[in-house]
């Protein structure tokens, strides 16, 4: 009972409850539909000024868009004109920088020739110092320095630099136009004892001619190693001295004149007598002719020895040889006693034992053989010596000769070739020397040591002959 009760009270609860929902479901849809007609409301009238805003709006773009149009037309313009502008600028830009390139190459160019023109005028100016007469050096001295050192001044002043070396040339080709009827001028030349004199000079062509102003020097003036200063060098002959004077005092008369421009005078200076030659050579040279002297003796003799040296003639010694083949002593020993010479003593010692047996014969006869060997070639190993000595002296000259040269080269320095003239001739003289006396002594002792040997040969055939004589016994 109680149970049913609760189903039935739980159903009326559940029903009311499900009312209530429903009636507030209703409200809420209705406060829903109240709120989205209101919101319909509000939207409708903000669309509606939004459209007349929107209309407003276009109507102040089309208002403005004519002007802004027309300015925008004018702004392209503009931009267009700027544009030609611009491009014709640059094309004035473009050619000036090609313009700019070709005018730098073209001062590149002429910087280049200007250079060019320039050394070459530096080359003149060293070539016509150069050909200068020594004499003409003070001469132009000034203007050949400024030409020398415009090289210097042409990256700062080159006007200037030109100016110096044409101003040059101008000065030489007047002294051309000068050359074929003789420069004259001023000067100092010294003499050989190097006392400076002044005087007066006369060029004429590569040779110059001076004449001191007091009158105690006159010939002709050439360079010498060492001095700026030229040297006058005196005729032998006091006519030409004279002459000389009078033509370069007065510019007329006749001259003295070398066509080997003094190369005839220098060869003759160089020539020197066989003793002034051998004194040249130094101390070694002493000892060379001791040696020469000594063998010069010894091969004479020598030769004059070996030139009696007597050999038995055919006849006797056939007559010789038929008594050893008699066994005749007595009569053999009488033969060789009348045979002169080292080949007669040798006969005579082997007939004096012709009776000994063979052996004993040899021995005899080769004692004498030895002996006249030993006299063949007696005196001969000093002449080998003296050959092979010889060129070791000269050597010996040679090397102290080199060193007297490095002493002066020390002291001197290597500019003056005659400074070092004395050490050169001194090893060249003594080698010299030493084969002179070498290559004859080798001649001699070949020639003397054949003789020698010859005679040797000779006593050995005669010996043979005889021993076979004796065997036949």
Known sequence: MNFKIVEKRMKSAFTVGLAGMLAALAAVAQESMNSAASAAEAMQARLTASTARLSELRKRIADEKIPLTQALSAAEQSLSELRREYDAVKRQSDNSALEMAALRNEIKGRETERNYLASLLSE????????????????????????????????????????????????????????????????????????????????????????????????????????????VESCSDPVLNEMTKTTVEKDEGSIPF?????????????????????????????????????????????????????????????GLFTAVRANDKERAVALTQKMKGMAGRMLRAGAEVLDQPRELIEEAMFEKMLEAKTSLNRFLPFVAVTAACAPLLGLLGTVTGIIATFNLMTVFGSGDVKLLSSGISEALITTEYGLYVAIPCVL??????????????????????????????
């Open 124 to 231: 003149y100016a060293r070539n016509f110092e150069t050909r200068l007469h020594i004499s003409e050096l003070e001469s132009y001295k000034e203007i050949v320095g400024e030409a020398r050192s415009a090289q210097e001044k042409l990256s700062t002043d080159p006007v200037e630099a030109f100016d110096a070396q044409l101003r040059l040339m101008l000065v030489s080709m007047a002294r051309l136009e000068e050359m074929p009827g003789g420069l004259k001028f001023q000067g100092g030349a010294s003499a050989e004892d190097g006392v400076v004199r002044q005087g007066r000079f006369l060029l004429l062509g590569p040779v110059a001619y001076f004449a001191s102003d007091d009158g105690s020097l006159a010939g002709i003036a050439s360079q010498r190693v060492g001095s700026l200063i030229p040297v």
């Open 444 to 473: 001699m002792h070949s020639f003397l040591s054949r003789k020698a040997k010859g005679i040797a040969d000779k006593m050995e055939q005669v010996a043979v002959r005889f021993m076979s004589e004796v065997g036949k016994v």
């Open 258 to 318: 070398d066509a080997s421009l003094g190369n005839a005078r220098k060869i003759e200076e160089t020539k020197e007598t066989v003793v002034e030659h051998f004194l040249k050579g130094g101390a070694v040279m002493w000892p060379i002719l001791l040696l020469l002297c000594c063998a010069a003796v010894v091969v004479v003799l020598k030769w004059l020895w070996l030139a009696c040296v007597r050999l038995p003639s055919a006849k006797a010694l056939a």
